[in-house]
């Protein structure tokens, strides 16, 4: 079948684009060279042992003075464009518009920017992924205050002003679910907070909410017409696959998207909540002896202001998860996984890979692109994030190979055989990195880093050569005419 898939002419669309990422705190280091505030992954891995390594970011890939060799590595692999983020403190020290400007900070992303135009690589571009300024947090709880709505809004137009002529894409947010699910109730990301389950993730969602319409309007309203990028958010989900065809595991595998992807992609094409995750979450909680929901609700000017304010939705996805119902759990002390109450499980014939919940199952993203176009009416649909991790030191990386060809196979069959609008493609990783709590010890990347050595030197594994030969010829396979 493979010889047929160029035989067939099954080449990706002659538009359709091909990317790789990283993000800020996961390759730069510099944590705190030329003027960069402090934020909360340098607190984190300073002040606590919650990295399994007992590694940090500070250093890592060293991008922040290597950004020159790293963009000459980008076009070679022949990218279209280059998914990144910023670090808010290097930009803003301490997170505010009105303090302290760091122009060396400015100056970096500058320099990144005008390389990428120089090669011809769009550039898609973060706004927060997950390195919140310190001092934001110190100050009013980061992203837990109504407060953070509008100092994320200055920042955000700041980068429009600063950057914006050279963006063709916008991130908002990357992966909402993980920053208040991890960020504020199960503590495995910063600034692991963990001291109001079932109810501090929802209010976190709620602000990132309404932070991300109101940047959208902003670009809109302003930036838009002049600027002609695009702006979207960024969401995470497995797929759930239904343990059996029993009705109540398809219920169940449908309650999980709704409670993990719905959260946020519903808000934004329909105004609100999923009406599941009103009705359980609001029905809890009056049993536990709320007043009201620990979901909270939005104003019908809110609703009005969230509907709608994406160009495109982008999909971090890496793996599938089966969901079997369950009886729902008792009302005790509140807990998130209690307002979903479902069993997800692995199959333990799934290929492995270095990250536990990592399993090889390519199917799932064309059954998850699917959901989505039939959930949320059709959107434009970016694969942000997909790769492979292995536990490093692997030159020859053929199972990396194997997930790249199997994972790009099923996202063709997506959009040829189930008429999904994926327009783009974004390979996780650029390099290795830092994997947050999991530190050096899984690698994502295409290229190797070698971290004992000061001069941090990059080296390409097997799959930057499969890479290059998918976004030559836009074929899954390595003999395409
Ligand atoms: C992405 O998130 C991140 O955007 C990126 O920064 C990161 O490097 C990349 O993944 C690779 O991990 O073991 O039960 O705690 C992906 C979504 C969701 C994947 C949470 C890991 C942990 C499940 N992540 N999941 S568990």
Wanted: proline share 4%; with cysteine; charged share 25%.
């Amino acid at each position: 079948w493979r010889e047929n898939v160029c035989a067939d002419n099954r080449k990706f669309p002659p538009d359709f684009k091909f990317g790789i990422a990283t993000a800020s705190y996961q390759i730069e280091g510099g944590w705190d060279a030329d003027g960069k505030g402090e934020n909360i992954w340098d607190h984190l891995t300073h002040q606590t042992n919650l990295v399994k390594d007992h590694s940090t970011g500070d250093i890592t890939c060293d991008s922040y003075h290597k950004s020159k060799e790293d963009l000459a590595l980008l076009k070679d692999l022949g990218v279209d464009f280059y998914r990144f983020s910023l670090s808010w403190a290097r930009i803003l020290p301490t997170g505010y518009i009105d303090g302290q400007i760091n122009e060396a900070g400015i100056r970096y992303y500058e320099d990144i920017l005008s390389e990428l135009e120089k090669h011809g690589i769009e550039a898609m571009v973060t706004l927060y992924h997950w390195d919140l300024p310190q001092k934001l947090q110190d100050d009013f709880g980061g992203v837990l205050n109504d407060t953070f709505i509008d100092v994320f809004a200055n920042y955000a137009q700041l980068a429009f002003e600063l950057f914006g002529s050279r963006v063709k894409y916008w991130v908002t947010f990357n992966e909402p679910f993980i920053i208040c699910q991890q960020g504020y109730e199960n503590g495995n990301k910063a600034p692991a907070i963990t001291k109001a389950p079932g109810i501090d993730l929802y209010t976190c969602a709620h602000v990132v909410l309404k932070a991300h319409a109101k940047v959208y309007h902003i670009y809109d309203t302003f930036y838009r017409k002049t600027q002609k990028g695009k702006i979207g958010l960024v969401l995470n989900t497995d797929w759930f696959e239904p343990a059996s065809g029993d009705p109540k595991d398809l219920e169940a595998s449908e309650r999980q998207l709704q409670f993990q992807f719905g959260w946020f992609a519903h808000p934004i094409v329909y105004g609100n909540y999923p009406q599941v995750m009103i009705d359980r979450i609001g029905e809890r909680s009056i049993r536990e002896g709320f007043k009201t929901s620990r979901l909270p609700k939005f104003t019908n000017s809110e609703i009005e202001e969230i509907k709608g304010t994406f160009d495109f939705i982008g999909l971090n996805h890496y793996t599938t998860t089966l969901t079997r119902w369950k009886e729902d759990e008792a009302i005790g002390k509140p807990e998130s996984l209690k307002d979903i109450s479902v069993e997800v499980f692995k199959n333990p014939f799934w290929e492995g890979s270095a990250s536990s919940w990592l399993k090889v199952v390519p199917w799932g993203i064309r059954r998850i692109s699917k959901w989505i176009k039939d959930t949320y009416k059709n959107p434009e649909l970016i694969i942000t994030e997909n790769g492979y991790s292995d536990v490093g030191g692997i030159f020859d990386d053929s199972r990396r190979i194997n997930y790249y060809r199997e994972y790009l196979s099923n996202v063709l069959e997506a959009i040829y055989d189930d008429g999904v609008n994926i327009t783009a493609y974004t390979a996780w990783s650029f390099m290795d990195n830092f994997e947050w709590l999991e530190g050096y010890t899984e690698k994502f990347g295409l290229f190797s880093v070698n971290f004992t050595d000061p001069a941090r030197p990059r080296t390409p594994k097997s799959s930057v050569n499969y890479f290059k030969n998918v976004t030559k010829t836009k074929c899954v396979v390595e003999q395409c005419l």
